[in-house]
């Protein structure tokens, strides 16, 4: 399967506990997202890479909340400290960005879905 | 800021009728549309996008959207609907401008009844 992993797809935590995700893209894609998804609502927006660095955060994503994309390829998202309301469903998707103008669309992973108790 | 609004949480239609899924958004300037759609326990399928040119963009499995620029609207359609079409449809938008994040709507929940 050469689209876009995500790993674990669930985690169930107790709250204050620390939890990691990682997300493997489509190989050739530069720029890889997170989303996070909860019940009823559509993907929100929670930060971006372009390559390794990180060019965006969303104010959703709180100092509890870092995301690292090392070598380019794979991401990480480590929650800390975690609390009920950071149950949801995390998406990481990724794109191929050629040039400024052209843009293609986002490729999604199958989430991983966590549940803080 | 951009958003997206889906007016409707479900649609029921029968099978062989035509879908539509109503789409507004609000952005400056032009915007790029995506509409996917997302099956129990699944990620998030590309559906179909609307860049620039026609109005009228064919995507996957049959489905089509206009883009209509006066009514900040990108409906989606099929012209017949099968019971596999029974799934959580979403619309995004995101700006022109070099942020690259999509904005969704709530979804809508499409149920075809055989």
């Known amino acids: 399967d050469t689209g876009v992993s995500q790993d674990p797809r669930h985690k169930i935590t107790k709250r204050g506990q620390n939890v990691t995700f990682r997300c493997d893209p489509i190989?050739?894609?530069?720029?890889l997202y997170w989303y996070r998804q909860t019940l009823g609502q559509g993907p929100e927006f929670l930060t971006y890479?372009?390559?390794?660095?990180?060019?965006?955060k969303s104010r959703l994503l709180s100092d509890r909340f870092s995301a690292e994309r090392p070598k380019g390829s794979f991401s990480t998202l480590e929650i800390q400290r975690t609390e009920q309301g950071d149950s949801a469903m995390y998406l990481c998707?990724?794109?191929?960005?050629?040039?400024?103008?052209?843009?293609?669309?986002?490729?999604f992973g199958p989430g991983t879905r966590l549940t803080v108790l | 800021a951009q958003s997206v609004a889906q007016p409707e949480d479900q649609v029921n239609v029968a099978e062989g009728n035509p879908l539509t899924v109503k789409c507004t958004y609000s952005?400056?300037?032009?915007?790029?549309l995506f509409w996917y759609v997302q099956y129990p326990n699944r990620g998030l399928q590309f559906l179909l996008k609307?860049?620039?040119?026609?109005?009228l963009v064919k995507g996957s499995y049959g489905f089509e959207a206009e883009f209509n620029k006066s009514q900040t609207s990108f409906h989606l359609k099929k012209p017949s609907a099968l019971v596999s079409d029974s799934a959580l449809y979403f619309c995004a938008v995101r700006g022109r401008s070099n942020d690259y994040k999509l904005s969704f709507g709530a979804g809508t929940t499409v149920t075809v009844r055989a």
């Open positions: 190989s050739e894609h530069n720029r």
């Open positions: 609307y860049i620039t040119g026609d109005n």
């Open positions: 952005v400056s300037g032009n915007p790029y």
């Open positions: 998707a990724s794109s191929l960005g050629l040039r400024e103008g052209i843009y293609n669309e986002q490729f």
């Open positions: 890479f372009q390559n390794e660095a990180q060019l965006e």
